[in-house]
C-alpha cells in the first residue's frame, strides 16, 4: 500500500505486514539488547492488568524521492473488532527498542530514516484485552489528514 498521492508529497512508503503476535512476552532478545544498551538490568515488561501484548511486524520500503523517517506509534492502530487500540507511550518506547535492536543487527528501519528503494523492519507494540484477538489493522499517513471523521488510511484484515 502507498501511503501517499506521489503528487502531495515526495514521502512514500510501501507497507507489508509481515506478523501480528500477541499474548506472548515481548521478545526476550530486544528486551536484553535494551537492558544492555543502558547498562543496567530492567524489569521484564508486563502488560497492564487485564490486558496482553500484541507486536505487529511490518516490512516498509521507501518508494519515494529522498530519505524518509516513519514509524507506526502515530500512523498505525490495532482493531478488535470496531475498537482501536494504540500505542501508548510505553508502549513505543517498546517499539523504540525493537527498531534499535534491528538496526544494531544491521536491519534499519524507517525510524531511523531510510533512501529511496530501501526497505527495513519497523514494529508497533499495542495492548488490548487478554483472550481477545485483533481483527484489523488501520495504517494511516503522516501527510492525510481529516477535518471531521474518521482519518484516511488503509484498512488491513487480520486472518
Known amino acids: 500500500m502507498d501511503s501517499n498521492d506521489p503528487a502531495d508529497d515526495p514521502d512514500r512508503w510501501q507497507f507489508t505486514v509481515r506478523s501480528v503476535t500477541c499474548g506472548k512476552p515481548l521478545a526476550p532478545a530486544v528486551m536484553a539488547h535494551a ?5 543496567s538490568p530492567t524489569p521484564t515488561p508486563t502488560p497492564e492488568a487485564g490486558k496482553q501484548f500484541c507486536v505487529v511486524a511490518i516490512d516498509a520500503l521507501n518508494v519515494g524521492k529522498s530519505e524518509a523517517v516513519w514509524n507506526a506509534d502515530d500512523s498505525v492502530s490495532l ?3 470496531d475498537t482501536r487500540y ?5 508502549d513505543a518506547d517498546y517499539a523504540l527498542d525493537y527498531a ?10 524507517p525510524t531511523f530514516g531510510r533512501n529511496p528503494g530501501s526497505r527495513g523492519p519497523a514494529h508497533g507494540v499495542y495492548q488490548i484485552p487478554t483472550g481477545q484477538q485483533p481483527t484489523s489493522i ?5 501527510a492525510i ?10 484498512l488491513v484484515l487480520l486472518k
Open 79 to 81: 482493531n478488535v473488532g
Open 100 to 109: 534499535q535492536y534491528y538496526a544494531d543487527k544491521g536491519q534499519t528501519g
Open 138 to 142: 488501520w495504517v494511516t499517513g503522516s
Open 35 to 39: 537492558a544492555e544498551s543502558i547498562g
Open 86 to 90: 494504540t500505542p501508548s507511550d510505553e
Open 145 to 154: 489528514t481529516s477535518i471531521d471523521g474518521v482519518e484516511p488510511g488503509y
